[in-house]
Nanobody, 129 residues
Framework: QVQLVESGGGSVQPGGSLRLSCAAS????????MAWFRQAPGKEREGIAQ?????????IYADSVKGRFTISQDNAKNTVYLQMNGLNPEDSAMYYC?????????????????????WGQGTQVTVSS
């Protein structure tokens, strides 16, 4: 079992930036992919970024955030980051970190929620004037 703890959420104005962090502990050796999802009230949970935890660190982004958000990792610290730039009110949501022990996540061209076995509690991001 992998435990995940998110941090870095908060309130910002449109056009602002935030960096989210996800610290992983427990059985991290079997983790193949890490990802960020988000969910706004009344909406489905949306996968926004994935990174393969191998050395090359291949990434996938949802169209809604591509070019604005960047996922990265520090394997020595077992930590994944999400740098969010150019935020707008539509980005307001609870942001969740997730980990996958499947091999299927490695070969995806898009994020698949069912690939993910472990979830954090979430961190709130609010973008408003």
């Amino acid at each position: 079992q992998v435990q995940l703890v998110e941090s870095g959420g908060g309130s910002v104005q449109p056009g602002g930036s935030l960096r989210l962090s996800c610290a992983a502990s427990g059985d991290t050796a079997r983790t193949n992919c890490m990802a960020w999802f988000r969910q706004a009230p009344g909406k489905e949970r949306e996968g926004i970024a994935q990174i393969v935890t191998g050395r090359r660190g291949n990434t996938i982004y949802a169209d809604s955030v591509k070019g604005r958000f960047t996922i990265s990792q520090d394997n020595a610290k077992n930590t994944v980051y999400l740098q969010m730039n150019g935020l707008n009110p539509e980005d307001s949501a609870m942001y969740y970190c997730a980990a996958s022990s499947t091999v299927s996540c490695i070969f995806r061209s898009g994020l698949v929620r069912l690939d993910y076995n472990s979830w954090g509690q979430g961190t709130q991001v609010t973008v408003s004037s």
